[in-house]
């Protein structure tokens, strides 16, 4: 699977749309990029996933770039309940099951 | 619909000793996978099972450490002779099918090794 980048921590005001944003240079056509959040000691919880396409659910919005080389994951309006740390994954359709390889991620804070 | 159950939460043992972990995929779903958590640092695969078939070990430690996932009952990862460096939290998370589904994820079982 395609290594992915992201900044280490974030801060975003609560109210507030919060962007994350994520490289995927070397990813492939038959990728897709899946975003995953860990609240703090907790599971991690799936948010999102594309291939190409925007897409957007009841959680957030995912934008990925034409190219596909880099990805957006926006939070439309954060809430404190929102801080977490995120994670940006790139699977293959051809992988086995569900196996996902966690990066460092972004720490979110979201502020009052 | 129950999510995908870990227990226990909470699990201490001597160095020596031995730990099960249990984990109740979500109903329907007969792919389970174990990731390991330690301290500060982030999540890391150790294995992927399907009822009764190990499917992918290649994050799992190779000695002392097993998983199995009968054709009734949880899956259970299981350490034997435990040392301080395996306190972690671990986490099982569960799908439907294999391939590019979502995956549950548990609460957690946090292992400390005294």
């Known amino acids: 699977d395609a290594k992915t980048t992201q900044p280490p921590s974030m801060d975003c005001a609560e109210g507030r749309a919060a962007n994350l944003p994520c490289n995927h240079s070397?990813?492939?056509?038959?990728?897709?990029v899946y975003w995953y959040r860990q609240i703090h000691s907790q599971g991690p919880q799936y948010i999102i996933h594309?291939?190409?396409n925007n897409e957007t659910n009841e959680m957030a919005s995912l934008i990925i770039t034409e190219d596909r080389k880099s990805s957006t994951l926006i939070l439309p309006h954060a809430t404190l309940r929102d801080t977490a740390v995120y994670y940006c994954?790139?699977?293959?359709?051809?992988?086995?099951?569900?196996?996902?390889?966690f990066g460092g991620g972004t720490r979110v804070l979201v502020k009052p | 619909n129950a999510g995908v159950m870990q227990n226990p939460r909470h699990l201490v043992r001597r160095r020596g000793q031995e730990a099960r972990l249990r984990c109740s995929p979500m109903?329907?779903?007969?792919?389970v996978y174990w990731y390991r958590q330690l301290p500060e640092e982030g999540l890391k695969f150790m294995v992927y099972?399907?009822?009764?078939?190990?499917?992918?070990e290649s994050g799992m430690p190779k000695e002392r450490f097993s998983a199995e996932f009968p054709k009734e009952g949880p899956s259970i990862l299981r350490i034997q002779q435990v040392v301080r460096g395996d306190s972690a939290a671990y986490f099982c998370?569960?799908?439907?099918?294999?391939?590019?589904?979502?995956?549950?994820f548990g609460q957690g079982t946090r292992l400390t090794v005294v």
């Open positions: 099972l399907q009822k009764e078939n190990i499917i992918d």
């Open positions: 998370a569960s799908s439907p099918a294999a391939g590019l589904t979502e995956a549950f």
């Open positions: 109903k329907g779903h007969s792919h």
């Open positions: 070397t990813i492939s056509g038959n990728e897709y």
């Open positions: 994954i790139v699977r293959s359709v051809e992988a086995a099951g569900n196996k996902l390889t």
């Open positions: 594309g291939l190409k």
